[in-house]
């Protein structure tokens, strides 16, 4: 029983080991980087050689750069018959004007190999390798700081999601000169974000009953969110605005023309009707004259009754 039990106790283990580690596709691209060519300078003679999956390399001759891939060049480094070179994206001018160029634009990214970060650690991390490479603490602090300015910028790009993010509509953004490691970070981050995105908006489609229509959404760099009104709403604003003006435009015209009519509805005091409504001069003339006369002459005199009429 104990046998039994002792027996089962490595499946067990061996299970929650491969639960707890996984193997992700963050693993397989670091597998994968291996095949970036780097040169090494051999110190021994070798012909070409085959490989079972059909890769061709060599020959090698001493003091003669050749180019293999990363694996078989760790390898050989591991024997110390070949130096390795190290490629020019790892010397200290290049990493320190491309961190100075990182840290000026906040809204772009620098061109790396798309294995950069990868390659660069395989190359530091092993012993024999990090022997090759000039100044390996520079150039791995370096390195560093590169990754956190970079991945500072991504998440300000990300932050779009939750600036202006919606049931409906998902804002679009455009990044280049994105390296493997940073893909497979978003793939872990924010891939979550888009995928609730599209739950919302299939609940909303179920909630409407019918699909919603997919309108182009305004393709951005990175940096700054930009403001969107999507199509539709636009329309429809636009269209509300249309017809507001052509009611305020009607009113405006019948109250012009009703001031025009009672304008014209003014007749003259020998009852004859104006076109423009403004009195002829003669009738102003006959109406002053008659009220000047009448300030001239005064209130009419009461006669006083004398003793000899009583």
Same mark, same amino acid.
């Given at each position: 029983?104990?046998?039994?039990?002792?027996?089962?106790?490595?499946?067990?283990?061996?299970?929650?080991?491969?639960?707890?580690?996984?193997?992700?596709?963050?693993?397989?691209?670091?597998?994968?980087?291996?095949?970036?060519?780097?040169?090494?300078?051999?110190?021994?003679?070798?012909?070409?050689?085959?490989?079972?999956?059909?890769?061709?390399?060599?020959?090698?001759?001493?003091?003669?750069?050749?180019?293999?891939?990363?694996?078989?060049?760790?390898?050989?480094?591991?024997?110390?018959?070949?130096?390795?070179?190290?490629?020019?994206?790892?010397?200290?001018?290049?990493?320190?004007?491309?961190?100075?160029?990182?840290?000026?634009?906040?809204?772009?990214?620098?061109?790396?190999?798309?294995?950069?970060?990868?390659?660069?650690?395989?190359?530091?991390?092993? =012993? +024999? @390798? !990090? $022997?090759?490479?000039?100044?390996?603490? &520079?150039?791995?602090?370096?390195? *560093?700081?590169?990754?956190? %300015?970079?991945?500072?910028?991504?998440?300000?790009?990300?932050?779009?999601?939750?600036?202006?993010?919606?049931?409906?509509?998902?804002?679009?953004?455009?990044?280049?000169?994105?390296?493997?490691?940073?893909?497979?970070?978003?793939?872990?981050?924010?891939?979550?974000?888009?995928?609730?995105?599209?739950?919302?908006?299939?609940?909303?489609?179920?909630?409407?009953?019918?699909?919603?229509?997919?309108?182009?959404?305004?393709?951005?760099?990175?940096?700054?969110?930009?403001?969107?009104?999507?199509?539709?709403?636009?329309?429809?604003?636009?269209?509300?605005?249309?017809?507001?003006?052509?009611?305020?435009?009607?009113?405006?015209?019948?109250?012009?023309?009703? =001031? +025009? @009519? !009672? $304008?014209?509805?003014?007749?003259?005091? &020998?009852?004859?009707?104006?076109? *423009?409504?403004?009195?002829? %001069?003669?009738?102003?003339?006959?109406?002053?004259?008659?009220?000047?006369?009448?300030?001239?002459?005064?209130?009419?005199?009461?006669?006083?009754?004398?003793?000899?009429?009583?």
């Amino acid at each position: 029983m104990s046998a039994g039990s002792a027996a089962s106790h490595p499946v067990a283990s061996h299970a929650g080991n491969s639960r707890s580690g996984s193997f992700t596709m963050y693993h397989f691209a670091s597998f994968a980087a291996m095949e970036v060519t780097v040169t090494i300078v051999p110190r021994f003679t070798m012909p070409r050689i085959s490989t079972a999956f059909g890769g061709r390399y060599g020959p090698f001759t001493p003091n003669f750069p050749t180019d293999v891939p990363l694996w078989l060049a760790l390898h050989i480094r591991q024997t110390d018959t070949c130096t390795i070179q190290p490629p020019p994206y790892v010397a200290l001018p290049h990493l320190r004007q491309v961190l100075e160029r990182e840290k000026e634009n906040e809204t772009t990214f620098e061109a790396l190999p798309f294995y950069f970060f990868e390659v660069v650690k395989k190359l530091c991390e092993v =012993s +024999a @390798a !990090a $022997e090759d490479v000039p100044h390996v603490a &520079e150039v791995v602090r370096l390195v *560093d700081e590169v990754r956190a %300015v970079r991945r500072r910028k991504l998440q300000q790009s990300m932050s779009v999601f939750e600036a202006e993010g919606s049931p409906v509509f998902i804002p679009g953004i455009k990044l280049s000169n994105i390296v493997n490691h940073e893909l497979q970070y978003l793939r872990t981050s924010f891939a979550i974000v888009l995928q609730q995105s599209a739950d919302m908006k299939q609940r909303r489609e179920q909630d409407i009953g019918g699909p919603i229509e997919s309108v182009p959404t305004p393709i951005r760099t990175s940096g700054t969110a930009l403001s969107y009104t999507p199509l539709s709403t636009a329309a429809a604003a636009e269209g509300r605005l249309l017809d507001y003006a052509a009611t305020r435009s009607s009113d405006t015209h019948d109250s012009l023309s009703t =001031s +025009a @009519a !009672a $304008e014209q509805a003014i007749f003259t005091p &020998e009852n004859t009707f104006t076109t *423009d409504g403004t009195p002829s %001069v003669a009738d102003a003339t006959e109406t002053g004259t008659a009220s000047m006369s009448e300030e001239i002459s005064g209130p009419p005199v009461k006669k006083r009754r004398t003793l000899r009429q009583t």
